[in-house]
């Protein structure tokens, strides 16, 4: 276990639908990260957030956005889905302390697998 | 920008033989090298990393990679494999740490009992 979760575990919706996604960080972690894991497409970084701010934009569609809230939980919107939108969505997170120091690894959450019809 | 090349997608090996999985990568900048192990239907988890150092890195599970800069490769070795093994490998790259991780394709391990 991470200490990384995301809800839904399942989510199963019509195109042109949109979703939340949800996930809470390890405890004490600033940084959060998006990524989409597709057959076509592999594990592609989609964006990180860093103390509630946007840090990094990879290559996520403007269908998609995504916040972190002050408790340092993220949520991941994905608005009029596509069939090719079906995927797990990975949330990670990683520690860098308030106080300086940065650590390298990043845990990942068990993933959300999203499935348009 | 980082690349990563994994030429195997899928290495099948007997149990208790020893295995090999090959990871390149391309980076014009000191880079972070991992890898990550998928088990089925689950999310991804951490084998070992190299920051800087000793070449020669020991994870879990009984796994070590060794950092070659000249050949720009961090392959992937176990001595001896278990069923328990089965699951899909990744290689992944970050320019540092608190940055995004750019993965290779995975290779998808299969070991025959």
């Known amino acids: 276990d991470s200490g990384v979760t995301q809800t839904p575990k399942h989510l199963i919706t019509a195109t042109g639908q949109r979703v939340t996604l949800r996930c809470s960080p390890r405890?004490?972690?600033?940084?959060v990260y998006w990524y989409q894991q597709s057959l076509d497409q592999g594990l592609q970084f989609l964006i990180q957030?860093?103390?509630?701010?946007?840090?990094a934009k990879g290559n996520i569609l403007e269908r998609f956005s995504a916040q972190q809230f002050p408790d340092l939980h993220s949520e991941l919107n994905l608005s009029s889905l596509e069939l090719g939108d079906s995927a797990l969505y990975f949330c990670?997170?990683?520690?860098?302390?308030?106080?300086?120091?940065?650590?390298?690894?990043?845990?990942f959450g068990p993933g959300t697998r999203l499935t348009v019809l | 920008a980082q690349s990563v090349t994994q030429l195997d997608s899928q290495v099948p090996v007997f149990e208790e033989a020893p295995v090999e999985l090959r990871c390149n990568y391309s980076?014009?900048?000191?880079?972070?090298l991992f890898w990550y192990v998928q088990y089925p239907n689950q999310g991804l988890q951490l084998l070992l990393k190299?920051?800087?150092?000793?070449?020669l890195v020991k994870g879990i599970n009984g796994f070590e990679a060794e950092f070659n800069k000249s050949q720009t490769s961090f392959h992937l070795r176990k001595p001896s494999v278990h069923i328990s093994d089965t699951a899909e490998y990744f290689c992944?790259?970050?320019?540092?740490?608190?940055?995004?991780?750019?993965f290779g394709t995975g290779t998808r391990l299969t070991i025959i009992p």
């Open positions: 990670a997170s990683s520690v860098a302390s308030r106080r300086g120091g940065i650590t390298d690894t990043q845990y």
């Open positions: 405890s004490g972690d600033l940084s």
């Open positions: 957030y860093y103390n509630g701010e946007e840090r």
């Open positions: 980076s014009s900048v000191s880079v972070y």
């Open positions: 190299y920051l800087s150092g000793s070449t």
């Open positions: 992944a790259v970050s320019r540092s740490g608190n940055e995004k991780l750019t």
